[in-house]
């Protein structure tokens, strides 16, 4: 069992004595940590016996006060100082507040050598060491006998808080949702007290940090190897769990979420396969119901989403998220956007926030007779949210994008405006719509078009003029270069 702070200062080689919090003296000191750093709360992780020569002490009463509490709060069993050197002169409110708290307050007489005090702490922590190793091996024993399956994650969560006697909890840290799909929700109190205002949660200073709420001492430490999990620990008695422990319980944690992730994997391929041939019109209806149904997709009721973002390796993990949050899908990446297909009653703002930073054209409900319908939707749904600077569009609903109302719209003008060049371009195997979207985008200059495409002027304005006879346009009016932007903008909103 680990020293108190009362048998360490009852030793008398060391001549420690108590200035303050001697209601605190029962409490159990896990390490000796030595620091002189301003924030000295920071490095706490439960338990120390915080030292310092007096240079992280600060001169006021009200920043003394404040460091007490926040020692109080992070967990430290002790504060002590070191004597005749640079501490200022501990005020009064200080001494109060290490009464009140209680926090014990421990003069170390000068010159003792603050490695002594270490070290006698460290000889009394050889039981506790020998305990910490047998239960670190049980931790991972417990990663050893989980199975890899999604199904057995909240299994392997309850019977480590059984080894920890703490309640332990696996959430995102950007909205506090469970990390995984069954595991257990955050307790009111610390919902309410972490309410994401900014989408972060307030207290993620730093990987691993105690915290005080409402009376209970809470820890809160990075799960290693996925971004944004975030192992939220309530102890159910002192004395809390031991900090190295915790460590490594974080670390199965990570390890049984990583298999979880991985065995995920090949469903999410199977399932690209599977949507790249409906989309393709190379499936039949029933075969789509039942491929539909095995991937928990209601096959008369479900929408096609199309997310593009600036960061397309965002996307990437856009399958987890949705499973994670409790939504069967089935994806495809494609043309640098990602194809999503949900139940129809998905919200958009759960659609939203699994996608992160990206943009959404949502369709219309549909069946499996019009899934490729549902999709030219929710591209044009897309190339309208990114027109109208919206982060979410429904197909048909929201503001019109260049003026008409529905992808069978676009299509015609596409076919109307470009289906000359394209038909030329299949036999002829040319480079004029490449040509014409380079000339739009250089502000119709010869010589800008000619050095973007490795060109010479001449060869650019030969196309130009071809694409002129081919439309049967004036390619020197203004209306015409219009008619042609807008046609170039829907063809590669529907087809990247």
Partial sequence: MAITVAELVAEPQLGLTILAGSAGMDNRITWAHTSDLPRLWEWVTGGELMMTNGLSIPADADGQVALAEALMDSGASALAIGEKMHAPTLTAEFLAACDRLPLPLVNIPYPLPFIAIARSVAESSLLEESRRLRQTARVYDLLRTAGASEDHWQSLVQRLATELDADLFVVDRRCLHPWHPDGKALPEFLA?????????????????????????????????????????????????????????????????????????????????????????????????????????VPAAGFLVASIQADDGDRLAGVHIELWRHGVASVTLMRNTRLHVVVPADVDDDVLAHCGGSATLGISAPAAVANIQRALQESLWALGSARANKLDVARYAEGPSWLGLTGFEEGTALVRRLLGPIFD???????????????????????QKTASALFAHRQTIIY??????ELTGLDMGETSTVAQLWFALQIHEAMHG
Avoid at 424 to 446: F, N
């Fill in 192 to 296: 309410d007290a972490w309410a994401p205002s900014s989408g972060q949660v307030t207290p993620a200073g730093k990987n691993f940090q105690w915290h005080r709420i409402r009376g209970r001492h809470v820890l809160t430490m990075d799960i290693p190897t996925h971004a944004n999990a975030l192992l939220v620990v309530l102890p159910n008695s002192e004395p809390h769990p031991d900090a190295v422990v915790l460590l490594h319980a974080a670390t199965v944690l990570g390890l049984q979420l990583s298999r979880i992730v991985l065995s995920l994997e090949g469903r999410h391929r199977a399932a690209g396969e599977f949507l790249l041939q409906a989309f393709d019109g190379r499936l039949g209806a029933a075969e789509m119901e039942s491929r539909l149904a095995a991937f928990g």
């Fill in 463 to 468: 196309r130009i003029r071809k694409i002129g």
């Fill in 424 to 446: 030329y371009e299949q036999r002829q195997d040319g480079d004029l719509i490449v040509t014409l979207r380079t000339y739009l985008d250089s502000q119709r200059s010869w």
